[in-house]
Nanobody
């Protein structure tokens, strides 16, 4: 079983920055792909960014050039550096991870960007 715990959300003004962290714990040998998704009120959950264990990344078009995903494999932790935040980035951000043919979700962290 894998537990994912997010941190780093909060309230920020437009143009500001936040850094999200997600630590995976449990009996983990080598965690697979990790990523961040978000869900705004009344909208479907969408992929924000994803990174595989080798470091390759992909991003939603809406965040390219503003967000950077990274990971520390030794700590089983994934980060999301969010710069130039916009009000439309407001959502609950969820961490996601693949491990041993299963997929896991964190509990979510709220990010609110004021205009």
């Amino acid at each position: 079983q894998v537990q994912l715990v997010e941190s780093g959300g909060g309230l920020v003004q437009a143009g500001g920055s936040l850094r999200l962290s997600c630590a995976a714990s449990g009996r983990i040998f080598r965690i697979g792909a990790m990523g961040w998704y978000r869900q705004a009120p009344g909208k479907q959950r969408e992929l924000v960014a994803r990174i595989i264990s080798g470091g390759s990344t992909n991003y939603a078009d809406s965040v390219k050039g503003r967000f950077t995903i990274s990971r520390d494999n030794a700590k089983n932790t994934v980060y999301l550096q969010m710069n130039s935040l916009k009000p439309e980035d407001t959502a609950v951000y969820y961490c996601n991870a693949d491990y041993a043919f299963n997929n896991y979700w964190g509990q979510g962290t709220q990010v609110t960007v004021s205009s």
